[in-house]
């Protein structure tokens, strides 16, 4: 019985053996393999064998295999590889938000050329010679009114005549005068007042004075309502607006 069981170990053993030196076998031909052109020959660090004897006198192999060069080259140029790749797509990235932008720019000239082109179709079609509206404050200018006390006063526009002339209900005593258009003025109110466009390019819009430029004779105001609702004009006439009565 004590042969037969040490022949059966000395079968397993050589059966170990045997598994292990296969498995040595396949781990040279994967250094061979990442090895350089030239001559095969291993670059980087070789397979170390440890042996180590247990309490039962069995041997326990642990194989070390390293890394070759080739394979440490190789990932180093797919880096090398991705790191171009990113650059590229960073430029090209740029190139598209540069052309984006002059696209834009260029998209924006071309509206701005558009809303001027239609601001000077709209002032041709909208400047008229006469300018009173309804609803509207006026200052008499007319001397010939200066005795009876009614020269640089304020009133309301009750109704147009044959467009160039009102009839005007001064503020101070509710007299009502017929006047020529020639002798009243626009009335401009203080800024956030409220003002009708009388001529020009928005004639009839009711606005909003934003601000005046005194040097240049201009307002600048935003109008409400209508289609042309939100839309702010720089430089308007005072001429051209006036004071609403409220």
Known sequence: M???RIKADAVDEEKQEKEIQKQIERA?????????????????????ILEKN???????IKL?????????????????????FDEGDS????????REGENSAKNASVLDELMREE???????????YWLFEGIIVKVMSKALADKGYYKQKGV??????????????????HVLRVDQEELETVIPQIGGLVKIVNGAYRGE???????????????????????????????????????AQ
């Open 54 to 60: 247990d309490g039962d006198g069995e041997k326990k």
């Open 119 to 129: 601001e000077k179709a709209k002032e041709r079609s909208n400047r008229k010679d």
């Open 2 to 4: 004590k042969n037969k």
């Open 157 to 174: 526009v009750r109704k147009v005549i044959d467009k160039y002339c009102g009839e005007i209900e001064m503020l101070e005593n509710k």
């Open 206 to 244: 009711h606005a909003r004075l934003l601000a005046i430029d005194t040097d240049k004779f201009c307002a600048k105001v935003q109008i409400e309502k209508g289609i042309y609702d939100g839309r702010v004009l720089k430089a308007v006439e005072y001429e051209d607006i006036c004071k609403l």
């Open 28 to 48: 040279e031909q994967m250094m061979m393999m990442g090895g350089n052109e030239k001559g095969g020959e291993e670059e980087g660090l070789k397979p170390g």
């Open 91 to 98: 430029e090209t990235k740029n190139a598209k938000r540069k």
């Open 64 to 84: 070390s295999l390293g890394l070759s060069k080739k394979n440490v080259e190789s990932n180093e140029k797919r880096e090398s590889s991705r790191l171009v």
